[in-house]
């Protein structure tokens, strides 16, 4: 038996008590109460952890993670996110390039903060601008060459070396502008390396940039075991036990999770749904109706609720997309990347919309369904509601997943459908900013009015859980972030239908999460629950809330071992 004990505990019961130390047996909680009750209870045989005052929750759980995502997608690359300078980024990718055969690409990362690069980013090098591909040459005339570019951001902006140009066919003959792409030139009209605007391989919807995304190698497939690994360590580090993908998984995803669970090296609860399409990227190709019907049945065949690590509840959907290019369905239009004036565009065909919804309802699985904008979400519901005439979804639980923009009457009508909701905080931290940019002015404030309104979702009695989205990020930013609504440039939408208290916004990530997955013994430190626990420096329910973002991990225990130390307790 194992006492931790000299703590603030939240165990996140019915009640929201609090107690000073915990009893674990095993890989379960065995009591939560005070010291001396415990070690009366755990007799003489017992480990005891003093940890000094420090605050525990339940292990964290990010319900909108990409964990799998972006640990493959970076795993191969060169690492200039803290680069200063030209030359350092020149240094970093000569390194490489020394143990690199001749002629096969070399890539880097972005330079800056992922994912939507607002603290740092490219702008904060020395020369304040990406090197051209001059300066790029001097890393390497033997590797084609490129500085990606990561979504979300559009306009965006990556660069090549000489030999990438030539490889992806270039040159001077090329239009100064296509398709949306501006080809950067020189005074002598040759391509400096430069591409800007929507450059992005995922939810740029930019053929042009995507036909020269199809042209690099993108193959991450011998990464995802290995970076998953390392990715499901690093959030350990973040607190994070549990995570649930969600979105943009497919079954080569879905796979590498179950071979982790079934080489027993899978140290992460985790719940998974599949995706029905697929959209999204430079290589997405809809499916026809054939393929499309056996996604849905390849998913219906593999729902396992019942696993201690890996769980399998449903099908993913996706009425619209991202608001940078701008396609997020909204009712009122707004302004697009360009300056045209745009309502969104669905992500996928209604028609299959339908056949999902549909073959969940019958087959009595759950549905994730995407919306960002207010239209998407009237379409959605039209469609929810005329599928009740025929069939009973209430009981299923169905899952929202983002629905940042969304109106009080349309809250109230997926409650009564037994509606639960992921959102994440990265829509006030990555695009708070530009929604109000790009709204109209005399419309800007009516519609942030109905900006991440988490009191509605609260108050009609759903589960409300959050993600890191673009991550990995800290949990305790986004809780900071649940109860400001600040945005980078210090304006807030903070209103009535925003305001939530302390509890509910670390709820969020622990006894929500758990009843959002229908996980009973996770997201709480209760009798006979997983001895999944997080100790921090300080607590997050009575510290100041600007110190909030600035809570540490100490320790992080998963299934009753230490699977994080970060040398201070």
Known sequence: MLLIHNATIYPFDDADSTAGAILIEGRRVAAVGSEGDLRRRAGRTVESWDVHGATILPGLIDTHPHLLHFAAGRASLVDITAAASHADIVRRIADRARNTPAGEWIMTTPVGEPHYFIRRSYEDLAEGELPDRQVLDRASDAHPVVIAAWEPNIPNVMTFNSMALHRLGITREHPDRVEGVVIEKDAQGEPTGRLRGAVNAVYSGNEFAYRLW???????????????????????????????????????????????????????????????????????????????????????????????????????????????????????????????????????????????????????????TLCVGTQAHEENLQMLEHLTSTHDIRPLRWILVHTPFIEAEQVNRYCRLGFDVTTTMTYLFGMGDLFRGRFKPDRRERMLHDLLPLRRFFDAGMAVTGGTDWGPKSVFEHIQLALTHRMPSGYSNLGPAQQIDRVQAVSMWTRDAARLLQWKDIGRLMPGACADLVILDRDPIGCAVDEIADVKVLRTVFDGETVYEAGVL
């Open 214 to 368: 199809r042209k690099l190698p993108m193959d991450h497939s011998k990464w995802y075991l290995p970076a998953t690994r390392h990715a499901i360590d690093h959030y350990h580090g973040l607190g994070v036990t549990g995570i649930y993908e969600n979105h943009m998984m497919h079954r080569h995803h879905i796979d590498v999770y179950r071979q982790l669970r079934q080489a027993g090296d899978l140290k992460m609860r985790v719940t998974v749904a599949q995706e029905s399409e697929s959209f999204g990227t430079a290589w997405s190709r809809p499916r026809d109706p054939e393929k499309f019907l056996q996604v849905l049945e390849e998913a219906a065949s593999s729902i396992n609720l019942d696993d201690d690590y890996l769980r399998f509840n449903g099908i993913s959907i996706q009425w619209d997309g991202s608001f940078f290019p701008g396609h997020t369905m909204m009712r009122e239009a707004y302004y697009g990347p360009d300056g045209e004036e745009t309502h969104g565009r669905h992500a996928m065909d209604p028609n299959k919309i339908e056949i999902a919804m549909r073959f969940c309802a019958e087959r009595r699985i759950r549905l994730n």
